[in-house]
């Protein structure tokens, strides 16, 4: 079964891990994004701007399936899986791995697995062209039968930018803590390497094509994330967030607070509006397809967060280490 695997987006944060798997499981592995590779990436890979037709045909040749994990605007992805459409309608044996999000449910509450449709009416715009992009691929005489539609949770892990970066800074300034019914929601936790080898198992030959739920089989709502997170960062008891100090820092202290951080080249921290209706979210995740992770193969939150977490505070004190003096240079 393996072959030329193209992965689109391979320079962000799930595409370096999953090179590596692809690779072992024999695929002949090409990366293409819009910039440089990350050091970190040490396979094929080739600057695309995928939103590009002419670009991605070209990276797309004799390819046996292309992994599409391309983020950005929403403008961009539809753009991205307009141009694979139309290149997946003239080569009838590619096969596709789209990745999508629970996003995709916006604000809907109760059980939401597979077969639960979706409520264009609401999504927020990030959530509207995940949707959209699935709808374009399947939308392809022919493609149904041969494209993947992969909806993970929130994608955790060491590096995480957002879902434990962000979090960890946020928490340790104060800004952040146990929300009360505003963190009650339920949290659809993935880890990363746990994500990667759901997409190496959906490429396996006996796998189904269709749509597929991906999130950790432990559940734990935000505020216990948090929590979890404050004792890995020696936090002793997270401060009680009342709605009307949140409502400050997602409307007010947040967003001005970034654009100072941009200025002096920091990350933009804050709590957005998208954050907050989904610590707050009714829906309850859930899948009813075949188990791409086995129940006990999935990475315990506990060893995933402490994993996570010790990464972000190793790089915190890379960061803060003066820069050694170059010795000079001889006479």
């Not at 979090?167 to 340790?172: A, E, I, K, S, W």
């Amino acid at each position: 079964m393996p072959g030329r695997a193209v992965v689109i987006g391979a320079r962000g944060y799930l595409g370096r891990a999953l090179l590596p798997v692809l690779a072992g499981d024999g695929f002949d592995v090409l990366g293409i994004g819009r910039r440089r590779p990350a050091e970190s990436i040490t396979f094929g890979y080739e600057p695309c701007d995928a939103t590009d037709p002419g670009a991605l045909r070209k990276a797309l040749d004799g390819a046996d399936l292309v992994i599409n994990l391309m983020a950005g605007t929403p403008r961009a992805m539809l753009r991205v899986a307009a141009n694979l459409s139309d290149h997946l309608s003239r080569h009838p044996a590619l096969r596709v791995v789209q990745l999508s999000s629970l996003a995709v449910f916006g604000q809907m509450g109760g059980v939401l697995d597979e077969t639960s449709p979706p409520r264009p009416a609401s999504l927020h715009a990030y959530g509207a062209a995940k949707l959209e992009a699935e709808q374009r691929l399947l939308a392809v005489p022919g493609v149904a039968g041969r494209c993947v539609i992969l909806r993970p949770g929130c994608i955790y892990g060491p590096g995480s930018p957002q879902w434990v970066d962000r979090l960890c800074r946020l928490l340790l300034a104060g800004r952040l803590g146990w929300l009360g019914t505003e963190g009650a929601g339920l949290s659809p936790l993935v880890h990363v390497q746990d994500v990667a080898q759901a997409i190496a198992t959906v490429l396996r030959p006996a796998s189904d094509a269709g749509i597929y739920h991906l999130l950790s089989p432990e559940t734990l709502t935000w505020n216990v994330y948090f929590r979890r997170l404050g004792r890995r960062l020696e936090i002793d008891a997270l401060p009680a967030i009342r709605a009307g100090r949140l409502d400050a820092e997602t409307w007010i202290a947040g967003p001005v607070r970034a654009l100072l951080s941009r200025a002096v080249g920091q990350p933009p921290d804050r709590v957005t509006p998208a954050m907050r209706r989904l610590f707050r979210s009714r829906g309850r995740p859930a899948s009813v397809r075949r188990a791409l992770v086995p129940a006990g193969r999935f990475i315990p939150h506990e060893a995933g967060i402490a994993e996570a977490v010790n990464e972000f505070l190793a790089s915190q004190a890379r960061t803060a280490e003066p820069a050694k003096p170059q010795r000079a240079a001889a006479a």
